[in-house]
């Protein structure tokens, strides 16, 4: 990018280049290795002159849609959060400041979830007076599309920020015990995750059991569907691989693997750990209050209806979904010592009550018109209209759709 900017002459009198280069870690892969390809970047001569030109600041993006679509929530939300520790180590031994880059889209899985929260949970020195994030979709309306409601999101955002920099969390001699066990954890979900999304006929039965086919001809997002030819899961870009398991109801991506990780770690005795975690770790409690939200937001009698149009592959697939959902939401209720999802958000169990039996009807409709345009081989014009129409008015009434 630096020399491409030179070439173009984007060049100030000085002979520097007056462009803030933000490298990008977004998959599993990359975040793991950001360290050490930030400290090899530093070590490069002329891009550090470059960054000294800059003012020593180093801007760095951090993605969250393709780690969660990779390995599940429990890795993505892990490695991203070791991945800003690692390389804050990194810039502080080179002696320059770093600003995140936050690409959050509208769904648990992709980084959602609320901002202020998000930040409060962030690592000690993450923040430090500056926060940037990119937001999507339609979070982008129902956060700011109204003046007040705007700026309440601006306020507590500010606040948080100036919170997490003025009073930042002291020091917890735990939070090596709690990090040893988080660890496992997400390895644990990050292997019950790629079990499934690898097993023998599992993206044969997502195409059919999801909406998929619909999204993939719809103008929806900034770029195609799918990098390349591929037609498997890791072909797929993060946003239509969301938005199809939203569309079902299902929020696949959002909790699977969640329970089978928390009943390892409860077998092999970090019960009270876990709970101790919930209790007294931001970042922890942050996340099993995303699970909470994303598991209220899901209909497994729903999406079995959208499954049964998979056919045979529905018995293969389905009662493993059903058996993960259930499991997950005990765990998570035990954690939180409740007997029910969003006791401690009453407002947003209320407004699932009430727009549940205005989007149940549309996600029926929408399974029966799949029904009859995949029978006549994706070719009905009206029946193709209608069912775009079906998935606008889902994604509307879920709003946080991905």
Excluded at 50 to 62: N, P, S, V, W, Y
Excluded at 353 to 360: E, F, M, Q, V
Aim: net charge neutral; aromatic share 8%.
């Amino acid at each position: 990018v630096l020399a491409l900017a030179r070439a173009g002459g984007l060049v100030d009198d000085a002979g520097s280049v007056p462009l803030d280069i933000a490298p990008l870690f977004e998959t599993i892969g990359d975040l793991r290795n950001a360290r050490a390809t930030f400290a090899a970047l530093l070590e490069d001569p002329v891009y550090r002159a470059h960054l000294d030109a800059r003012g020593g600041r180093q801007t760095i993006m951090l993605g969250y849609s393709d780690s969660a679509k990779d390995g599940g929530i429990l890795a993505a939300r892990w490695v991203l959060q070791r991945a800003q520790v690692e390389l804050l180590d990194v810039a502080r031994a080179a002696g320059i400041d770093v600003v995140f880059f936050h690409g959050r889209g509208g769904s648990i899985s992709r980084g959602g979830g609320k901002t202020s929260r998000a930040v409060m949970a962030a690592p000690r020195g993450a923040i430090d007076a500056h926060l940037r994030v990119t937001e999507q979709g339609e979070v982008i309306h129902w956060k700011y599309g109204m003046r007040a409601i705007a700026l309440r999101n601006f306020e507590q955002t500010v606040g948080a920020v100036l919170a997490a920099t003025l009073r930042p969390r002291p020091a917890d001699a735990r939070e090596t015990r709690w990090r040893e066990s988080m660890a496992r954890l997400a390895a644990d979900g990050e292997s019950a995750y790629r079990t499934l999304l690898t097993a023998l006929g599992f993206v044969d039965y997502f195409r059919a059991a999801t909406p998929i086919d619909v999204i993939e001809r719809m103008t929806l997002g900034s770029r195609p569907a799918r990098r390349g030819s591929s037609g498997g899961v890791e072909s797929l870009r993060a946003i239509p691989w969301v938005f199809a398991w939203t569309q079902c109801r299902s929020n696949l991506p959002g909790w699977y693997g969640v329970g089978s990780a928390i009943e390892a770690a409860a077998e092999r005795g970090d019960e009270d750990v876990l709970k101790e975690m919930t209790r007294e770790w931001a970042f922890f409690r942050t996340l099993i209050e995303d699970l909470q939200m994303v598991l209220a937001k899901s209909d497994l009698d729903i999406a079995e209806r959208f499954s049964l149009l998979a056919g045979p592959a529905h018995e293969a697939f389905f009662p493993l979904l059903a058996a993960e959902f259930e499991r997950t939401i005990r765990w998570i209720l035990h954690l939180l010592d409740s007997d029910r999802l969003l006791v401690g958000d009453p407002r947003l169990a209320l407004s699932l009550r009430l727009r549940n039996p205005y989007a149940d009807p549309m996600n029926l409709i929408q399974v029966d018109l799949l029904q009859r345009w995949r029978a006549v081989e994706r070719n009905d014009d009206a029946l193709f209209d209608a069912l775009v129409s079906s998935v606008h008015g889902v994604a509307q009434a879920l709003q946080n759709t991905g």
